[in-house]
C-alpha cells in the first residue's frame, strides 16, 4: 500500500462492537462470569468455514457481555485499536436486538459505552452509534430496538439498522420500524447481498429506503441495481475479509475456492457505485482497517481509487455537515 494512503486519516462505517472481542479481552470477560479460557481457545472458535459457523462463533463470545462493566471493557479495548490505525471517526454497530433477547439494560449498557470512550475524543477518536436489530427477531423486537434509541438520548446514536439472518424474514415485514425510525432522526442502513441475492438489496432500498447497504456484493449479479445505486449515491460498505472469511464471497461467485483476487469491490466501485471499506467483525476476522485497504490496493485499485475509497467513507458518514467538511479537507482530492 501507498505510503501516502497508509498515513491518511480514516473513517470506518460498517464495525460490530460484539465483533471486536479480541481473543485477550474474551479471556478477561469469561473469567469475570466463572469461565476460564485461554487465548488459543478463542482463536480456535475463531476459525470457521461458512456463514452459520461464525454465527454460533459470535453467539458465543457475545454471551461473556453480560452488563455495563463488560460493555465498557470491550468499547475502551476497540476505541485504542481505532486509534493505532489512524481511525479518527467510527461509526460503531451495537446489538441492542441481542441485548434485549438477553434481558439487559441497553440504556445503562451504553451508558457505560459512552463513559468509557469518552477520554478517547481528546486523543483524536470521534464515535457515533448505530443500534441493530436482529432480522431473524422478526419486525416487532426490531421496533422495540428504534424504541430504545429514542430513550437512550441521540445524537450519538445517529443510525437505525438490522443485521442477521437476511433470508429469513421477508423485508416488507420491518417497513414500519423503518418509518419509525425516520421519524425519530435515525438514519437508516440494513444488512443485504452478503449470502441474499440482488434483490435483497432493491427490496431494502425500494422498501425500507435505506441509505446505506451493510456488504450488498450481490449487486454484481444485476447491472440495473448497479445502475441504481450509482445513480442514487447509494454506498455498499464493503469487507472483503469478511466475506471470505464467512463464505459469503464463495456464495456469491459460486466458486467454493474464491479468493479476495476474485472479490468484486473494484467492478462495484468502477461502476460509479459508492463503496466504503470495512472492517465488520475485526477481531472474529483477523482483520484491520489498514489491512482492508492493503488488500484493496492488492486487487489492483490505483492510489486515486484508494483515496476515493477514503473519501466515500467521510462523504456517506452521518456527521454533521460541517464536521463532515472539515474532515473531507484533510484528505487529498486524488
Not at 472469511?245 to 466458486?255: C, E, I, K, S, V
Not at 466501485?269 to 485497504?293: K, N, Q
Request: aromatic fraction near 6%.
Amino acid at each position: 500500500m501507498p505510503p501516502r494512503i497508509a498515513s491518511l486519516p480514516k473513517v470506518e462505517l460498517h464495525l460490530h462492537l460484539e465483533g471486536s472481542i479480541r481473543p485477550a479481552i474474551a479471556c478477561a470477560l469469561s473469567a469475570r462470569h466463572g469461565v476460564a479460557l485461554t487465548e488459543d481457545e478463542v482463536r480456535h472458535r475463531y476459525d470457521y468455514r461458512n456463514f452459520t459457523e461464525f454465527i454460533e462463533a459470535f453467539k458465543w463470545v457475545t454471551s461473556f457481555l453480560r452488563g455495563p462493566r463488560d460493555f465498557a471493557l470491550l468499547a475502551a479495548d476497540l476505541a485504542e485499536q481505532l486509534l493505532e490505525q489512524h481511525v479518527v471517526y467510527a461509526e460503531v454497530t451495537l446489538s441492542v436486538g441481542v441485548m434485549l433477547l438477553r434481558k439487559q439494560d441497553p440504556q445503562a449498557n451504553f451508558e457505560a459505552i459512552l463513559a468509557a470512550t469518552e477520554p478517547f475524543e481528546k486523543r483524536g477518536l470521534r464515535l457515533n452509534w448505530i443500534f441493530d436489530a436482529v432480522r431473524q427477531f422478526g419486525p416487532e423486537p426490531a421496533l422495540e430496538v428504534v424504541e430504545v434509541a429514542r430513550r437512550c438520548a441521540p445524537p450519538r446514536i445517529v443510525a437505525f439498522g438490522i443485521g442477521g439472518d437476511e433470508l429469513s424474514v421477508p423485508t416488507r415485514e420491518f417497513r414500519y420500524a423503518y418509518l419509525r425510525a425516520k421519524s425519530c432522526g435515525l438514519h437508516r442502513l440494513i444488512h443485504a447481498g452478503e449470502i441474499g441475492g440482488p434483490e435483497k438489496i432493491r427490496e431494502a432500498v425500494e422498501i425500507l429506503c435505506v441509505e446505506r447497504i451493510g456488504h450488498g456484493i450481490a449487486a454484481i449479479h444485476d447491472p440495473a441495481l448497479m445502475d441504481l445505486l450509482a445513480a442514487r449515491r447509494i454506498p455498499l460498505e464493503v469487507c472483503p475479509t469478511s466475506n471470505l472469511r464467512t463464505g459469503a464471497l464463495a456464495m456469491q461467485l459460486h466458486n467454493p475456492s474464491a479468493t479476495l483476487q476474485q472479490h468484486p469491490l473494484p467492478q462495484l466501485l468502477r461502476h460509479g457505485i459508492p463503496v466504503v471499506l470495512s472492517t465488520d467483525d475485526p477481531a472474529m476476522f483477523h482483520a484491520s482497517l489498514l489491512g482492508e485497504y492493503e488488500i484493496a490496493a492488492q486487487m489492483g485499485l490505483s492510489e486515486t481509487e484508494l483515496v476515493t475509497l477514503h473519501r466515500a467513507a467521510v462523504e456517506h458518514s452521518f456527521l454533521p455537515d460541517e464536521a463532515r467538511r472539515a474532515l473531507l479537507a484533510t484528505l487529498p482530492r486524488k
